[in-house]
Nanobody, 115 residues
Framework: QVQLVESGGGLVQPGGSLRLSCAAS????????MAWYRQAPGKPRELVAR???????NYADSVKGRFTISTDNAKNTVYLQMNSLKPEDTAVYYC?????????WGQGTQVTVSS
């Protein structure tokens, strides 16, 4: 069982930045991949960024060049740095961890981009 706790969401103006954090209860040495997903009202949950253990990161086309996923293995924490935010980035952002074929989810954190 892996518990994930997200933080860092909030209200930001278009063009602004936010950094989301997700602390995992398990060591990253045992986790196969970490990812961020988001879900806007009335839309399905979508992958935003993913960082596999020992592999290269991948991003949704809509966030490439604006968002960066990274990890701090000593803190078992994954981050999502979001720059040049747009109103269409408004959503609940979820942290996701894959461990031996089992997927775990955080509770989500709201990001609202509005003037």
């Amino acid at each position: 069982q892996v518990q994930l706790v997200e933080s860092g969401g909030g209200l930001v103006q278009p063009g602004g930045s936010l950094r989301l954090s997700c602390a995992a209860s398990a060591s990253f040495a045992t986790i196969n991949a970490m990812a961020w997903y988001r879900q806007a009202p009335g839309k399905p949950r979508e992958l935003v960024a993913r960082i596999p253990s020992g592999g290269s990161t991948n991003y949704a086309d809509s966030v490439k060049g604006r968002f960066t996923i990274s990890t701090d293995n000593a803190k078992n924490t994954v981050y999502l740095q979001m720059n040049s935010l747009k109103p269409e980035d408004t959503a609940v952002y979820y942290c996701n961890a894959a461990l031996r074929g089992v997927v775990f989810w955080g509770q989500g954190t709201q990001v609202t981009v509005s003037s």
